[in-house]
């Protein structure tokens, strides 16, 4: 089984910066995309960052220019710079991983979400 941990949510200026981690943990064989959705208040889940292994990286367009995605195999995690901030990227944050571990098949983890609210 894959463990799926996020920390760095928080209440932010707009404007302002934060910067979210999502480490994964358990008996992983190998690790795949990762990435971050998001889902504000009332509306569906959106995908905002994600990068496969390699350098390729994929952004939705309205954070396009703002945001970063990175990870660091060798610590199973995966980070969002998020600058820039606007009232609109209010929403909670979800890691997503596609990864296999030990005993079982390739899968796609969740994890509980980080919540990010930009207000002023």
């Known amino acids: 089984q894959v463990q799926i941990v996020e920390s760095g949510g928080g209440l932010v200026r707009p404007g302002g910066s934060l910067r979210l981690s999502c480490a994964a943990s358990?008996?992983?064989?190998?690790?795949?995309?990762m990435g971050w959705y998001r889902q504000p208040p009332g509306k569906p889940r959106e995908l905002v960052a994600r990068?496969?292994?390699?350098?390729?990286?994929d952004y939705a367009d309205s954070v396009k220019g703002r945001f970063t995605i990175s990870r660091d195999d060798a610590k199973n995690t995966v980070y969002l710079q998020m600058n820039s901030l606007k009232p609109e990227d209010t929403a909670l944050y979800i890691c997503?991983?596609?990864?296999?571990?030990?005993?079982?098949?390739?899968?796609?983890?969740w994890g509980q979400g980080t919540q990010v609210t930009v207000s002023s």
């Open positions: 997503n991983v596609d990864a296999k571990s030990w005993y079982d098949n390739r899968d796609i983890y």
């Open positions: 358990g008996k992983i064989s190998a690790i795949y995309a």
């Open positions: 990068v496969p292994t390699g350098s390729y990286t």
